[in-house]
C-alpha cells in the first residue's frame, strides 16, 4: 500500500477522535458554556447530522475539484474548525463549528475513499479501504480514551488542539503525494456519477451496509450500562471492556481488508450469520461475564470485517462514480449509526431492559440477511432469463 494512504488514515484517525470525543468531554463542556448537559450532548447530534447530509453533498461539490484541491479544502477546514472550537466562549460558535466539522470530515472521508481506491490496483479496493477505516477503529480504542484524558488533565479544549495537529501530516501528506491532477470532474461526468448510483447492486449494498452499522452501534452505545447492570462487571472495568470492542474492530478492519477483494461474498454470508448466532447468544448469556467479554470481542471483529466489506463492495458496485459511492456509503452507515442507537434506546424506554439492545441488533442482522438472499433470488432469476451468470459479488 503507497505509504500516503496511512497518512490519511492519520487524518481519518483524527476525525474518527473528534466524532467519537465528545462523549467524554460533554460536562466539562457543559459546566464551561453554561448550559444543561442535555444542551452540550446536541454537540454530537450536530456531527452526526453533519456526517449524513454532508456526504454526498460535499461529494457532489468535490466532483469540480482536482482531488488534491477536495482533500486539502476539506481537511484545512476540519482543522480550523477546530482551532475555532478550541479557542471559542460561544456554544452557539461551538455548535456551528460542529456541523461545519461534520460536513469537512464527510467530505473528506468521500474523496479519500475514492483516493485511496484509485492508488492502488483495480482489485486491491477493500485493502486501500481497510487502510482508512482503521483510522476509525484506531479512534475507538486509543483517540477517545486519550482525548477523555486530556480533557480530564488540560480541558476539554485540549482535545480540540490535540485533533487539529494530528490533522497537520495529513495535510503535508496529500500536498507532497496526492497529484495535483485536472479541473476536477465536468459536469457531464458529474450526470454520469449520478446514473452509477441508480446501480441496484449498489443501492441493496448501502442498505445492508446501514443495517450492518445499525446492529453495531444499537448494542455499543448502550454496552457500558449492559455489562454493569446484566452481566454484573464494575463500572472501573468498563474502558476495558470498550476498549476490546475497538480491538476486534480493528482487528475486523484489517480481516475484512485481506479477503474483501478475492472472497467478498463468503466474508459476508459467513460474517453475517456468524453476527446473528453471536448476537442471539450474547443475548441469552448477558449474565455470564466470560461469554460476555469473549462475544465483545467476536462481535466487533466480526462487525467491523463486514461492515468494511460492504463499503469496499460500494466501490466496486459503483467503480465509475467513486467519489459518490464514498460519499453515499459514509451516508449509509452514519444513518445505521443514528438508527440503531434509537432502536436500542427505544427497546429500553420500552421497559425491556438492557439486555434488550443484543436482541435488536440480532433483528437487524437477520433483516439484512434476508434483505441480501431475496436480492440475491431476484438477481439470479433476471441472469436466467437473459442466459447469463448472476453477478459475483453482493
Not at 172 to 186: D, K, N, Q, Y
Request: proline letters at 5%; glycine letters at 12%; a positive charge.
Amino acid at each position: 500500500m503507497p505509504f500516503v494512504l496511512y497518512l490519511l488514515g492519520l487524518a481519518v484517525f483524527a476525525q474518527g477522535t473528534s466524532e467519537f470525543m465528545l462523549s467524554g468531554l460533554v460536562p466539562d463542556i457543559a459546566r464551561d458554556m453554561h448550559v444543561s448537559i442535555p444542551t452540550a450532548g446536541f454537540l454530537t447530534s450536530a456531527f452526526a447530522v453533519g456526517m449524513v447530509i454532508g456526504a454526498p453533498l460535499m461529494a457532489m461539490v468535490s466532483l469540480r475539484w482536482s482531488r488534491r484541491r477536495s482533500l486539502l479544502t476539506f481537511l484545512l477546514v476540519f482543522l480550523l474548525v477546530h482551532v475555532l472550537g478550541a479557542v471559542t466562549t460561544s456554544y452557539g460558535v461551538l455548535l456551528a463549528t460542529r456541523s461545519v466539522g461534520a460536513l469537512a470530515n464527510a467530505g473528506f472521508l468521500a474523496v479519500a475513499l475514492a483516493t485511496a481506491t484509485g492508488m492502488v490496483a483495480p482489485d486491491a479496493k477493500g485493502r486501500a479501504t481497510s487502510v482508512l477505516l482503521g483510522g476509525v477503529t484506531v479512534a475507538c480504542v486509543v483517540g477517545v480514551p486519550a482525548g477523555a484524558l486530556l480533557g480530564q488533565l488540560w480541558g476539554w479544549r485540549s482535545a480540540f488542539w490535540a485533533v487539529a495537529l494530528m490533522s497537520v501530516p495529513a495535510v503535508v501528506a496529500i500536498l507532497r503525494s496526492v497529484p495535483a491532477g485536472g479541473s476536477g470532474t465536468a459536469p457531464a461526468s458529474a450526470r454520469g456519477e449520478l446514473r452509477s448510483l441508480r446501480s441496484p447492486r449498489l443501492l441493496v449494498t448501502l442498505l445492508l451496509g446501514a443495517l450492518v452499522n445499525g446492529t453495531t452501534f444499537c448494542t455499543f452505545t448502550y454496552l457500558a450500562p449492559l455489562v454493569t447492570t446484566v452481566t454484573g462487571i464494575g463500572p472501573a472495568w468498563v474502558p476495558a471492556v470498550l476498549a476490546l470492542f475497538g480491538l476486534g474492530s480493528f482487528l475486523g478492519v484489517t480481516v475484512g481488508g485481506r479477503y474483501a477483494d478475492v472472497r467478498p461474498v463468503p466474508l459476508l454470508v459467513a460474517g453475517g450469520v456468524a453476527l446473528l448466532a453471536g448476537w442471539t447468544v450474547a443475548a441469552v448469556t448477558a449474565g455470564n461475564p466470560v461469554i460476555t467479554i469473549v462475544l465483545v470481542f467476536v462481535q466487533g471483529t466480526l462487525s467491523f470485517a463486514v461492515g468494511s466489506t460492504l463499503i469496499s463492495q460500494a466501490l466496486y458496485a459503483a467503480a465509475e462514480a467513486p467519489t459518490l459511492a464514498g460519499g453515499s456509503a459514509t451516508a449509509a452507515f452514519n444513518v445505521g449509526a443514528a438508527i440503531g442507537p434509537w432502536l436500542g434506546g427505544a427497546a429500553i424506554g420500552a421497559g425491556l431492559g438492557y439486555r434488550s439492545p443484543l436482541w435488536v441488533s440480532a433483528l437487524l442482522v437477520a433483516l439484512a440477511l434476508v434483505t441480501a438472499g431475496l436480492a440475491r433470488g431476484v438477481w439470479r432469476r433476471a441472469a436466467d432469463r437473459r442466459g447469463k451468470a448472476p453477478a459475483a459479488a453482493l
